[in-house]
């Protein structure tokens, strides 16, 4: 930098100092249009760049302007050697400082260039989610309906309200009305607890009966007793977790006692991941889903809970038959709506491994996600027809985050091609379910509690299938 002020006081005629400091306020003006730009260069390090001419080349038309200027001097004979070495060496700083100042525009525009970019990356992302978003509301209203038409239960026949037994009704066309109306009404089953107590006292105030008493009487009484002597018992932890108005740090506390509970369930460790997300605490939930993933089982005891239902309907006066009616169109599934929406945030969350640039754990991701559709669609672990839909749901959802022509384990097929063979089956269960519909209004007592021992023993679409081609040849 000394050489460099020398040279440049010595061409303009000037000492070295002042030569100096006309540099210094140069580069400071330059170091400041530098940073408005977004370019950090010290001072030294500008005054380095010029000193060893960074820029070579000059810019377009110096050599003309410098010829120009000797000419128009050889004709006056007024230009002397020392005043054109002074145009040159301006005229070459010049150079410098507009060569300095388009390299900053240069990587200005670059910058510029990568922040509109990203911004269209963060937009189309945000219309992404947007679009997700919207499916998933729409999907949870429709699940939301579906579930709501599974609470429907029975209203409390005129025969009960008396005090009179519902086992002295035998006529079968009158018990096929009583159960047409339980299947239209709109109210909640409800029993009182002088009818429910006898069949809690049968079975010892046990963690199923008052689980059953609970879901049959509304009182929430019986679910805090259940919970006070059964803290242990899974099936009572899994529906303490769904308790009403439970705050976020006692649901935690049942979820670890449902893992704790019933170890190799694999629903536990889904309902802590679906919470952690929920949470902000995406680390913990993809802990969750390696130990779900690793775990055999997958059930959320919808057989169970029709069991000691009926148990319990029929013990406060129902007969056998709408006992099971009942006990089936009022099974209560609330973590459904939750595995719907974990499996929206795996979703998210592989995407932004993508965007990360972490392709394999996207891929790790979204296999897990695929994973829990397809055991939460196999009959095992829930026998019920919208368990299965969910499950299709959920699996569908993922492979559509996935590669379309990306091969699904050994067998060969592509994600697209699972993904309309799901479609297809998604298509024959509404149909499925939409011909049940329209003749389960007409069933006889005796049809509805085959069709219910079917569902235990073979799945709600099989015993589905079973009444449509009885009543299909009539």
Wanted: charged content about 20%.
């Amino acid at each position: 930098m000394v050489g460099f002020a020398r040279g440049v006081g010595e061409a303009m005629g000037t000492s070295e100092n002042t030569a100096r400091m006309r540099v210094t306020r140069a580069l400071e003006k330059l170091q400041g249009i530098l940073r408005n730009r977004g370019i950090a260069l010290s001072a030294a390090a500008l005054g380095a760049a010029l000193a060893n001419d960074t820029v070579a080349a000059a810019p377009s038309g110096l050599a003309a302007g410098v010829s120009a200027a000797a000419l128009a001097g050889a004709k006056a004979g007024a230009v002397s050697t020392v005043t054109l070495f002074k145009l040159i060496t301006m005229t070459k700083l010049q150079a410098v400082i507009i060569g300095a100042a388009a390299i900053a525009g240069v990587a200005y525009l670059a910058i510029l260039q990568q922040n509109q970019v990203k911004l269209r990356q963060d937009n189309g992302s945000l219309r992404q989610q947007i679009g997700q978003l919207t499916q998933l509301t729409a999907e949870n209203k429709r699940l939301s309906e579906l579930l709501a038409r599974a609470k429907r239960a029975a209203i409390v026949r005129p025969q009960l309200q008396s005090g009179a037994p519902a086992a002295n009704s035998s006529n079968d066309e009158s018990q096929t009305a009583n159960l047409a109306r339980i299947l239209k009404s709109d109210t909640s089953a409800r029993v009182t607890a002088e009818q429910i107590a006898p069949y809690l006292k049968a079975n010892h105030r046990n963690a199923g009966s008052l689980i059953a008493a609970f879901r049959a009487t509304g009182d929430a009484a019986l679910l805090e007793e259940a919970m006070a002597n059964f803290p242990d018992d899974p099936q009572v932890a899994f529906v303490a977790i769904h308790k009403k108005d439970a705050s976020p740090q006692e649901r935690r506390l049942w979820l670890d006692a449902f893992k704790k509970s019933d170890p190799g369930n694999s629903v536990g460790n889904y309902l802590s991941a679906f919470d952690f997300f929920k949470n902000g605490q995406p680390d913990q939930a993809v802990q969750e889903l390696g130990a779900a993933s690793g775990k055999p089982v997958m059930q959320d005891f919808s057989l169970d809970f029709m069991q000691n239902s009926a148990e319990a309907y029929r013990a406060a006066g129902y007969s056998a038959d709408e006992a099971k009616v009942v006990a089936s169109i009022s099974l209560v599934l609330p973590h459904l709506i939750e595995l719907k929406q974990l499996n929206q945030s795996i979703v998210d969350l592989a995407n932004s491994y993508r965007q990360a640039g972490d392709e394999a754990s996207a891929k790790a991701a979204l296999q897990m996600d695929v994973n829990l559709g397809r055991r939460l669609g196999d009959q095992t672990g829930s026998p019920t027809l919208i368990s299965q839909l969910v499950g299709i749901a959920i699996e569908s959802n993922a492979l559509k985050a996935m590669d379309p022509s990306a091969p699904l384990g050994d067998s060969g097929q592509t994600a697209q091609q699972r993904i309309e063979e799901l479609a297809q089956s998604r298509a024959a269960a509404k149909e499925l379910a939409q011909q049940f519909t329209g003749i389960e209004e007409s069933m006889s007592p005796q049809d509805w509690s085959s069709y219910v021992d079917r569902l235990h023993h073979f799945g709600e679409q099989a015993a589905m299938r079973w009444l449509i081609a009885k009543y299909g040849q009539k």
